[in-house]
C-alpha cells in the first residue's frame, strides 16, 4: 500500500532496485497535451546515476519508454505507463549482505513489516524508486505551464555544513545546471565539489539541503484543512528517500522573529495585491496567495558508505559490515529533480482541484 | 475538499470559528473501545483559549458531546460525532476588519480562492479547527494505547530563541503538565514565560518548537513509498495553522554529520534488534523500527498582534489594521495537544493499515 | 469505515436511528451557491415517516439544521454539516429483540461484524442514516442545475408485480409528488396504493423498482475505467437500504436483443449528435452521451412485518420473534427523495471530475 | 483518473488496446504470498480472444510478464506490475472508422469527454482493458483461498433468452469449463452455442447473464453505509464494459415476492447461525452474513457487429458503417473470468479491511 500519490493528478509507482524494471503509471493527466519522450529523459537523465564524477558510478542509462496514454504526440486523458528497464543489476554485490541489515537503510524495517525483502540492492527502499516520481514530475511541469502558466526550479542550497547564497525569485535553470552540483552559487559550488569529493575518498557521504521555487502561481491553490498545500508538500518531500525534515519560507528560521518582524504586509502592486515581503513562502492559511512558493528538503547524509560498521544479522548475530564497489558521497544534486518533481505533482494536482471547484483557476 | 485525514482510522472536521459549532467526525474506530467524553474532554482542555494568563482570554468552555458512534460506553465501530458549540462567538470584533485583509492571516487567500469568505475571526482557518482534531486524536491515542501499546506524548521545546533540554525517552506527562508553557525543562520554562509576557505587553507574538514523542512503538508501521510514516507525520503536521517546518530524528541538524556520524549501528538487545542511536528518530525507510519516533514541528508567531500594521482592504486600497482585544501572545502551550493528536492520528491510521495487510502488528 | 461516498463532491453521514441525532459532512461544495433550510427540507419532507397513510406512522419532524459552511445565505466551499435531532427514539420498542436476530435485518452481520450492535431500531443499519444522503443530495441538485443545467426526477415505477407506464423523458416532478405513492401513472397508482393497504393491514411489506432520470446531462461526465458513470450510480444505489438491483437503460430485458436490434444509431439533430433510440441510457463506454439518464432500482419488501417469524438468539436459541407497533408496508415512496439523492451525488461528482480536468463542462 | 479499484487492495489498470501493451498495478497484496506467472496465465486464457469458434478469432496470446513485486516466488507487499505486449495490433483494420463513431461504442463520448481519441480498436473502452483486471483477480483469488479460505465460481447463467438452471452452491470449476459456453448445465449450453453461432453467421451479436458465487465466506465483510459489500460489486461489475445491470441475491425477482415471502429465517446449524433460504444473497445491510454470495451481471449485446448500421462522422455527417473482419459474437463465455476477477477484487478489498479494523477475519 502506499504507491499512490495525488487526488486529481495522480501516479503510482512500481519496480525493485534490482528487478526488471522500474516505472510509473500517471492517472489524470489532461488530455491534448503534448507530450514526447523527450521531455521525460531531459529530467530523468538529471536524476540517473553516473552522470558526473561526483555521483555514484553505478551504470545506468535509465532510458525510458512510455507504453500507454499518449497518441499521436498527444495525451489522451488515460493513463499514462512509463517504464524504465534495469540494467546494471548486479545482484551478486549485495549477495554478501543477504542477511545483513545493514545500519540506517530499510533492511531491517522492510524485513520487520512484510517478513520477507529483496536484499538485492534496496527493493523499493532504492533511490531507483524515484524514477517514476521525476518522469511524472515531467509531465507534471508541462501541464502546469501550459495549463497554469507555472515554473518550477530547484537547486541545491546546502551540503554538509556548506551553505549557498541563493534569490529564489531570479535563479535560473542554466545557473542551476551550470555546474555538476547544481549549486547556482559558482563559488559555493567549487566548495561543495571538493567537500565531496574529499568524502568519496574517505568512503564516507555527506546530506544537505534542496531549496526549491515555484513562480508565477496563482493564488487559490491548496485546500483547507488537511490538504494544504505546505501540508501536501511537506508530504511530497519527506516521501523521498533521506528526507528528513522541510520548511516552507521561514520555517524553523522563522520562529526566532516576533510576529510584528515575521508578518508580511500587503499592497497594492499595480492592481495586483502582493506581499512585501514572503515570510509566508507564497502560502497563507494552506493556500497560495501569488507569490513565489519557497520550500526547503533536508537530506541526512546517504547510509551507504565504504567504511566498516557494526551491525547485526537477521538471526541478530552481531557482524561488522563493509561496503564494496560504488556509493554515492552525495546524493543531492541528483535529488534536485526529484524534488522539483514532488513540487510539480502537488501543484498540479492542486491546480485540478480547484479548477474542478471553481471552474477556472 | 481536503477536510479529511486518513486512510482507514479518518476525521473529517467541520465548523467556522464564529457559525453555531465545530467538531468532526472519525470514521474507522475500531469497535468496542471504551469511550467516554472525559477522556476526549481531557485534551480539549489542554488546547482551549483562557487556560492561563500566557494563552488568549477569549473564554471558551470548548465542552464537547459525543453524538454518535458510541453505545453503552463502547464504539460502535461506526461514525463518532463530535460537536462543541461556539459561545464566545463575538462576530462585532471583526466588524471593523470585513473588507480588510489582515497580513499573514489567510483572508487573503480564502478570498482569493473561494470568491467569499466568513470574515468573522477566521472561519475555518481559525484554530478553532483543531478542536476536531484534538477529540479525534483523543480517541486515536486510546486506540494506540489499547490496542498496540504505544504512548505519545508532547511539549514546548522552544519559544522564540529559548530552547529546552528535554529527553525525549524519559521524559513524563507530569513534567509537561507541571507548568502553564507546557515545557519540561524547568528553568527554561520560567524564561519562556517571562519572554511571552514580555511579548504579551508589547502586543507582539512568538513561535517556537513543539517536539513530540511516541513511545513502545512497534516495528513495521509505515506504507511505502509515498505514505511513508515520516511523510504522513509531516502532512500532519504541516496541516496544523502556522506551522512552517517538521523534522524527524535529526532532521535539519542532522546534514552537518557525515553518513559514518550520523548512521545508527544495530545490535541486540536481549534478542530484540535496536539501534544504539536514534538519529533516523524511530523511522528507517519510512517504516518504524522500534525506536521512539521524534518529531519537531515549527510554529511562526502568531499573525495577530495588536500593534498596527500597513495592509490593503478588498478593493486594493491601502490602510492600516490594528489589533482589538485578546490576542494569543504565543501558541505553543496549546500547539501541543495538537501535534500529539495528530501524530497519534498518523499512527492509529498506519497501526490498522499495517493489521490489515499482515493480519497481527 | 465506508461512511464516505465521492471523490470531488463528497459526504460523509453519520448517526445511528436512536442516537441523539443523524446527519451529513458534505465537503467540496463549490462556494458561492446560495443554500437556505428550506432547499434541503423540502427532500427531507419527502423522505420522512409519517407522511403519508400508507408509510410508517413513526413521528418525525425531521427538522434539519446547517451548523457550518453556509455565510449569509451562501455556500463557503467549506464543509457543510447538517443535522437532524432524533426525536421519536423509543428504544423500549426494541427492548424484547435485544438479544434476539431479526430476519433479513442487519442485527446478525453487524453483530458478527463488530462484535457489538446498537440494538436499539437498527442503529446504522435504519433507514434514518439515509436522512444525511437526501440533505446532501438536495446541495447536489443545486449545483447540478445552477452550475451545470442539469435537472434529476425520480418516481416510483413498480409496486410488487405492479408496473406503472411512464415515459422518462417528459415526466415531471408535478406528476410525481400528485399522489401519495410518488407514481405517475394515475391508474396504476390507485391499485399500488390498494395493494399497500392491503399489505399493511396483514402485517406484510412490499418491494418494487423506483426509476429515476437526470435529464440535460452535459456529455463527457464520467471516468472509465473503474468509475464509469454507471458503476458510480450501480454503487450509489446499492448502498441504499434494501436495494438488491440496479439496471440502467435497458439493463436486465436488453439482454433479450441482438446487437442489431439494441445498437443506438447517431444522428446529426440540427448540429448536435444524438442518438434515435436511448438503450444505453444515456451512457456509453462509461461516460455520458448527453441523452437522459435513466436508471432503475429494486427495492425488496422491508424486512420488518408484523407477522410471526422463526429465528435465533445471540446464543443460537430458536425463538418467535413478533413484530410490534408500526412497520412501513412500502419504502418506495420515501426512497424516491433518496434514489434522486445518489444519482445527484454522482452526477455532481462527476462533473467537478471533469471540469477539473479539462477547465469546461 | 478513475483508473484504480479498491481501498486495501487496489489495482489501477493501464494501456489501450492498439498502444504497445496493457496491464496492471496491483499494490496491496498481502507479502510472502506464493505467486507465479502461471497462477496468473491460466485466467488470463480464459479471456483472451480466440480461445474457442464461438469468440473473436482476433489472436491474441497474452502472455502476462511480472515485472515487480515478486521475488523468489513469493509476493513481496510492494506493487505488483503485470505486463502484456499486444500483438494483434491492426490498426489498419480501424482506419476506415477514424473519423465515424461506431453506435453504441465509446468512440463519440470519448471524444466528447476527451477532446481526442485513439481511434484504433476502441482504446481504453476495449475489453482488452480487463486484461489487467484478471490478473489482478487471478491474485486476489488466491489471497482469498489462502488467507480466508474463500472461493469464487462464475459461468454464463443466460444467453439471449435461453437461460440455464444451475445451482450456485454446488457447482464445480470442471463443471463451468467442460464446454466452450461455459454454462455447467450440460443441455442448456448445447442451445448457446447453437445460438451463438447462428449470430455470428448473421453478423450480429448476443448478451446475457453471467452469474457468479463466493463460497465459505466469513461473516462481517462490508463497510457500512457507502462501502456496502453489494455496493462495492455492483460498482465492480458496472465498471466491466457492456455491463448494464446487476443483482444480488433474489435482485429484481425479489420484489414480487411479499416480505413474508422473502425474508430469510436464521436457525442454529450445529453452532453456528445460518438462514434457511439465502434470498439476501449472503448479504444483510451490507455485510457478508457467512451464506454463499450470489451476483448476476447483464450484459448487453456487444456493440460490434458486421451489418450496416446508420452513424454519423465527427464533423456530424450521416454515413453507413459496416463492421470488417472479425467480431465476437457473444463475450459471455469470455466475461466469466472477468466477472470472478471483480468479485474476488472486492472481496479480498474487504477481507483486508475488516481484519484491519478488528485484528481478525
Chains 1, 2, 3, 4 share one sequence.
Not at 503510482?12 to 507530450?35: I, M, N
Not at 567504511?307 to 556509493?327: A, C, F, L, W
Not at 529533480?337 to 501543484?347: D, G, Q, S
Request: with cysteine.
Amino acid at each position: 500500500m502506499g504507491n499512490t500519490f495525488g487526488h486529481m493528478f495522480r501516479l503510482t509507482t512500481w519496480g525493485e532496485s534490482h528487478g526488471d524494471a522500474v516505472g510509473v503509471v500517471v492517472d489524470g493527466c489532461p488530455p491534448g497535451l503534448p507530450l514526447s519522450i523527450d521531455d521525460i529523459q531531459k529530467d530523468l537523465d538529471r536524476r540517473r546515476p553516473g552522470q558526473s564524477d561526483i555521483s555514484t558510478q553505478r551504470r545506468e542509462s535509465d532510458k525510458a519508454e512510455i507504453l500507454s496514454g499518449v497518441f499521436d504526440g498527444l495525451t489522451l486523458g488515460t493513463p499514462i505507463l512509463i517504464g524504465v528497464w534495469n540494467e546494471d543489476a548486479r545482484g551478486k554485490d549485495y549477495e554478501h549482505m543477504r542477511t545483513v541489515f545493514r545500519p540506517s537503510h530499510a533492511d531491517y524495517t522492510y524485513k520487520a513489516k512484510y517478513g520477507i525483502r529483496n536484499w538485492k540492492g534496496g527493493g523499493r527502499a532504492s533511490a531507483r524508486e524515484t524514477i517514476g516520481r521525476v518522469a511524472a514530475g515531467a509531465i507534471a511541469k508541462k501541464v502546469l505551464a501550459r495549463e497554469f502558466g507555472l515554473e518550477i526550479v530547484g537547486y541545491v542550497k546546502q551540503v554538509w555544513k556548506i551553505e549557498a547564497d541563493v534569490d529564489p525569485d531570479t535563479v535560473s535553470a542554466e545557473d542551476i545546471e551550470s555546474n555538476i552540483v547544481r549549486c547556482p552559487d559558482p563559488d559555493v559550488a567549487v566548495h561543495m565539489i571538493e567537500r565531496i569529493k574529499e568524502a568519496r575518498k574517505a568512503g564516507d557521504s555527506l546530506g544537505g539541503v534542496v531549496e526549491a521555487v515555484a513562480r508565477n502561481v496563482p493564488a487559490g491553490l491548496g485546500e483547507p484543512v488537511f490538504d494544504k498545500l505546505e501540508a501536501d508538500l511537506a508530504k511530497g518531500m519527506l516521501s523521498i528517500p533521506a528526507c528528513k525534515g522541510v520548511e516552507v519560507g521561514s520555517g524553523f528560521r522563522g520562529i526566532t522573529l516576533t510576529g510584528s518582524e515575521h508578518n508580511d504586509p500587503f499592497y497594492n502592486d499595480g492592481g495586483r495585491i502582493r506581499t512585501r515581503t514572503n515570510r509566508s513562502g507564497g502560502i497563507q492559511g494552506g493556500i497560495s496567495n501569488g507569490e513565489n512558493i519557497v520550500i526547503r528538503a533536508a537530506f541526512k547524509p546517504p547510509a551507504t558508505i565504504m567504511q566498516p560498521q557494526d551491525t547485526v544479522d537477521e538471526d541478530g548475530n552481531p557482524t561488522v559490515i563493509q561496503g564494496r564497489g560504488r556509493h554515492d558521497p552525495c546524493v543531492l544534486p541528483r535529488a534536485v529533480p526529484i524534488v522539483e518533481a514532488m513540487m510539480a505533482l502537488v501543484l498540479a494536482d492542486h491546480a485540478l482541484r480547484q479548477r474542478g471547484q471553481t471552474g477556472a483557476v
